[in-house]
């Protein structure tokens, strides 16, 4: 089981349960991935986080906005767009939800809803960034990445 610290305020208990039940553990120390949120601040700030991928790990933005977005080459979409969410990477699982949050960026759109993408992976370095604000996309997401043998 893949280790996976979460670092999000009450909405984490949500997270870490659909986490959970598509087979990641919580994590500590060592996690093989990491679940925030992003934070205003300076590009200083999200310096570490940023750095963290680019050595090999893995981390999985949950919204917010501020510096590591742009980093990392991501721009979320101002409003939720309505209709199913479809897979559009190979082997990505399939997931049921009627209304996502869009994004934009450099990597893979994993899900799309019919006015765009709506989670999001791809390369940083040698790790991995995953976009994705609903806790059943990310927990796709992320064993989307799993299955590509990462870390």
């Known amino acids: 089981m893949r280790g996976v610290l979460i670092e999000l305020g009450p909405e984490g208990d949500a997270v870490e349960r659909v986490l959970r039940a598509a087979g990641f553990a919580a994590a500590s ?6 679940v925030v949120e992003a934070r205003e601040g300076t590009f200083e700030d999200a310096t570490p986080l940023v750095s963290w991928v680019l050595e090999g790990g893995v981390l999985a933005i949950c919204g917010g906005t501020g510096p590591l977005l742009a980093a990392l080459h991501l721009t979320p979409g101002a409003e939720p767009v309505e209709g199913p969410v479809e897979a559009t990477a190979p082997e990505a699982p399939p997931v049921e939800i009627a209304e996502a ?3 934009t960026g450099i990597g893979y759109a994993l899900y799309r809803a019919p006015k ?7 390369r940083r370095g040698r ?4 976009y994705a604000l609903d806790p059943a996309l990310l927990a796709a997401s992320l064993s989307w990445v799993a299955s590509r043998g990462s870390a």
């Open 116 to 122: 765009g993408c709506v989670a999001l992976a791809g």
């Open 127 to 130: 790790g991995w960034v995953v």
């Open 101 to 103: 949050w869009p994004v």
């Open 29 to 34: 120390a060592s996690p093989w991935a990491r």
